[in-house]
């Protein structure tokens, strides 16, 4: 029996999308607006003159029309936002309205940093930053952000050790 031959394709080490709860800190402050202009008239009266002079066809638009904008950029995000790493590179995607990315070589990263709001942290979810001289790449919502820098400095220094 021979063995097959090596495969040229690069190994996947770790493969993560954008996840829901990135969205919960813009999710909260969309509901305390929609829930101000839509109760306000009775609590303010500014917005009170403003559902006046409008109607009440209007507060409820300006209340609850930015939902479904919302409800797509949640959809896009987290089916078309992925994240991989393998043992040569990290390659990302940002779906079909974005730019292509080029992939990161492993040997060029220098430096992997996390970060987050608040809110983000608490949820667990964070971004990771991967610097390659001069450019920087900010991978946005992503759950256990300090995990996936740490399998990203694991995969440069094994990809250094490689060379």
């Known amino acids: 029996?021979?063995?097959?031959?090596?495969?040229?394709a690069m190994t996947d080490r770790l493969w993560v999308g954008y996840h829901p709860r990135a969205l919960a800190p813009l999710v909260t402050l969309i509901t305390f607006v929609s829930l101000l202009v839509?109760?306000?008239?009775?609590?303010?009266?500014?917005?009170?003159?403003?559902a006046a002079e409008?109607?009440?066809w209007a507060t409820f638009a300006i209340a609850w029309g930015v939902w479904p904008?919302?409800?797509?950029?949640?959809?896009?995000?987290?089916?078309t936002f992925?994240?991989?790493?393998?043992?040569?590179?990290?390659?990302?995607?940002?779906g079909p309205l974005c730019y292509p990315v080029e992939p990161i070589p492993l040997a060029l990263v220098g430096s992997v940093e996390v970060g987050g709001g608040w809110l983000t942290r608490l949820l667990g979810v964070g971004f990771v930053e991967v610097r390659a001289g001069e450019r920087v790449l900010r991978l946005k919502g992503v759950r256990n952000p300090e995990s996936f820098a740490g399998e990203?400095?694991?995969a440069k220094m094994a990809a250094q050790q490689m060379n």
Do not use: E, H, K
């Open 1 to 8: 029996m021979t063995t097959p031959p090596n495969d040229p």
């Open 38 to 50: 839509w109760t306000g008239q009775w609590y303010l009266d500014d917005i009170s003159n403003l």
């Open 54 to 56: 409008l109607g009440a």
């Open 69 to 79: 904008a919302l409800l797509l950029v949640f959809l896009y995000r987290t089916v």
């Open 82 to 94: 992925t994240y991989r790493l393998t043992d040569r590179a990290v390659i990302t995607d940002f």
């Open 152 to 154: 990203v400095r694991a």
